[in-house]
């Protein structure tokens, strides 16, 4: 009798066994088909806003962020979480700027560690006003020349792409690069003279501007560009390119 009890606690527990191998086994296929279809597919979940709306507002207390849902992929070469979203908006100070796109990086081992946590960020626009993007622009570098922008440059709109990269402490590094087009847009001399209907399209980086397909007036005068490059060399600019007008 002694015999058959043991033979059957040493059954049952040998199923016992099995079953939670068996469970084991499924639970970790099922990890591994999530972490695949999150590293491939994303997810899209509205879960993460107010996290994303936190990192944002770290760099800049006055700005925050409109989200729809954002599409999350998993790097797990990188220990980062790629985030997506579309059309969202950045306010500030009772403003909008429209945007098209946002991308990025979301650093889990810096979360974890209570750092900024934001690697890289693309931001792809709609046409906003120039003014909405200067002030804006001044929030990050409230310098003299931006000053002088707001009050110089009116009307006209502006689209762009601008891929960023921060450090650790959240500033901006110098690889950033940006890119897009300016329409009809008009600045106000200081003797008030006014250059108007400025169109151009441009591609910024630290050491090299690049301007194309440029075209503004000045009283009678038209003047047109098909590029201009200004390359910074250690703090001497230097100028190339092409201007013409309607006669020469």
Same mark, same amino acid.
């Given at each position: ?17 099995? *079953?939670?191998? *068996? ?5 970790? #296929? ?11 597919? @994303? ?67 810096? /979360?974890?560690? *209570? ?28 310098? #003299?020349?931006?000053?002088? /922008? ?19 402490? @959240? ?5 950033? *690069? ?58 001497? /600019? ?11």
């Amino acid at each position: 009798m002694v015999k058959l009890t043991n033979f059957w606690k040493v059954l049952y527990t040998k199923l016992m066994i099995k *079953k939670i191998l *068996k469970l084991g086994v499924i639970l970790i #296929l099922i990890l591994v088909i999530f972490v695949f279809y999150l590293s491939y597919f @994303g997810i899209e979940t509205k879960r993460f806003n107010q996290l994303i709306k936190d990192e944002i507002t770290k760099s800049n207390k006055e700005i925050d962020i409109e989200l729809n849902k954002v599409k999350i992929i998993l790097n797990l070469k990188k220990l980062s979480v790629g985030l997506k979203t579309h059309d969202p908006k950045i306010i500030f100070k009772d403003k909008k700027i429209k945007l098209k796109k946002i991308k990025t990086n979301f650093s889990i081992e810096s /979360f974890l560690n *209570k750092d900024f946590a934001v690697e890289n960020l693309f931001i792809s626009t709609e046409e906003n006003t120039i003014s909405n993007i200067i002030s804006l622009a001044r929030l990050y570098e409230n310098n #003299l020349q931006m000053l002088i /922008f707001d009050k110089l440059i009116k009307d006209g709109s502006l689209n762009a792409d601008i891929n960023l990269s921060f450090d650790e402490k @959240g500033k901006i590094k110098n690889n950033y *690069k940006i890119k897009g087009s300016i329409k009809n847009t008009k600045i106000n001399l200081i003797n008030n003279q006014i250059i108007r209907n400025i169109s151009f399209d441009f591609e910024i980086e630290e050491k090299l501007h690049k301007y194309n397909n440029a075209k503004i007036e000045f009283e009678d005068l038209k003047l047109s560009s098909n590029s201009i490059k200004i390359i910074n060399n250690n703090n001497y /600019f230097l100028l190339e390119g092409d201007i013409k007008n309607s006669n020469t």
